[in-house]
């Protein structure tokens, strides 16, 4: 049956290249849909490989260490702001900001001090392990929209996040998490767990909050991308103008340049993805995103445990099977359900930032003129 699928799109291809010509073929939706699959998958792999590089490779020959990571927040905040604003100016799309300057920097406090947690969580605990603990932020996502927005959500939903608790709990229980470069000890292993679990409560709490804030404007998604960023950019710099960190950051970056390139390498993979997104989810809907997003966090922990040489247990690849068994079922579950009137908030970005970017959650499927991200 697939074989035959494959044959037929062939052969529709063929016909759209001999009607239309090399342009024709390029906007068919078979050529769209793998140019964002191909450059989500790519674009955020690197992304990882990245952020595990900054934040637990040594630098130089005398093996310096990078552990700024409000500075590398503020590097990835400061890119996307430029990018937004380029884009809403060639686009002749309005710059000014729509909802109220306070309204951004609450919400962008919530999200610099998740994307730090995630950052810091990787000198504690091995990359596989904040990979599938960033899985599990349906469930902050979920206590938040109840408490904050008084949201109901169904039992499916509810027994999707039970079998992704379980499946990181084994996964913690069954094998080593803690980072190479960390000391192997009890209390390291619990602070990288802390940092994680920081992570998921604010990361759920920035796209809640965020959506109840911002809920009755009429804004443009990379209006948004760019005060959220912004904001973000003058809370990082804020931060690290206080805590003394920021001219110790400078001064490492301009003694290890291979760093500030990977710094900027990282924040262009993040841009990059957060782009691409957007356009996969306006032209082609939650279900491939979610599905793509899935497979490339489970790629993502595939290539790191190859490239860092972290070794998991067979009790930790069965749970890491779980876990996105339990995502991919939910993803292709959404697709035979009936939209509902009023959208409910979905757990399917990987902020980091995850993208270490400014988008988040999914607000359903209300691609009347554009899809609105928030992160």
């Keep these: 049956m697939e074989s035959n699928g494959f044959v037929q799109m062939y052969q529709q291809l063929q016909i759209v290249y001999s009607e239309g010509g090399s342009g024709a073929l390029l906007m068919s939706k078979p050529v769209r849909v793998m140019f964002c699959v191909v450059g989500i998958v790519t674009s955020l792999i690197f992304y990882g490989i990245l952020q ?27 890119v996307s702001s430029i990018v937004a604003a380029l884009i809403l100016s060639v686009r002749g799309m309005p710059v000014r900001p729509v909802a109220k300057i306070w309204e951004y920097c609450a919400v962008s406090l919530s999200n610099v001090v998740a994307t730090t947690c995630q950052y810091e969580a ?36 509810y027994a999707v996040a039970l079998i992704i608790t379980v499946g990181t709990a084994a996964f913690l229980m069954g094998g080593s998490v803690v980072s190479k470069h960390a000391k192997k000890a009890k209390d390291t292993t619990m602070w990288g767990v802390a940092l994680m679990l920081g992570y998921l409560g604010f990361d759920g709490f920035t796209s809640t909050f965020q959506d109840k804030l911002f809920k009755g404007y009429q804004m443009e998604t990379y209006n948004q991308m760019l005060y959220v960023n912004l904001c973000s950019a003058c809370v ?13 950051a400078i001064e490492f970056v301009s003694k290890y340049p291979t760093c500030l390139f990977d710094m900027t390498a990282l924040s262009l993979c993040a841009m990059l993805g957060q782009l691409i ?86 607000k359903g499927q209300r691609l009347e003129s554009e899809t609105k991200l928030y992160r």
């Excluded at 605990?125 to 990979?131: A, I």
């Design 122 to 157: 990787l000198k504690y605990v091995s990359f596989p392990v904040q990979t599938l603990g960033k899985c599990a932020k349906m469930i902050p996502v979920m206590i938040w929209g109840t408490l904050i927005s008084r949201r109901k959500y169904t039992g499916k939903k």
């Design 52 to 78: 595990e590089r900054i934040m637990t490779q040594p630098y130089g020959d005398d093996a310096g260490r990078f552990t700024f990571s409000v500075f590398l927040v503020l590097n990835n905040r400061t």
């Design 236 to 248: 990082s710099l804020f931060g690290l103008i206080t805590s003394g960190t920021l001219f110790p």
């Design 277 to 362: 997104i957007l356009y996969t989810i306006k032209e082609f809907g939650a279900l491939l995103f979610a599905t793509v997003m899935t497979t490339r966090q489970f790629l993502s922990i595939l290539f790191s445990c190859f490239l860092f040489a972290h070794p998991l247990s067979a009790v930790q690849w069965g749970a890491t099977f779980i876990i996105f068994g339990a995502l991919y079922a939910e993803a292709f579950g959404k697709s035979s359900e009936k939209e509902s009137t009023k959208p409910e908030t979905e757990s399917l970005v990987d902020k980091d930032a995850e993208l270490g970017s400014n988008l988040s959650e999914l």
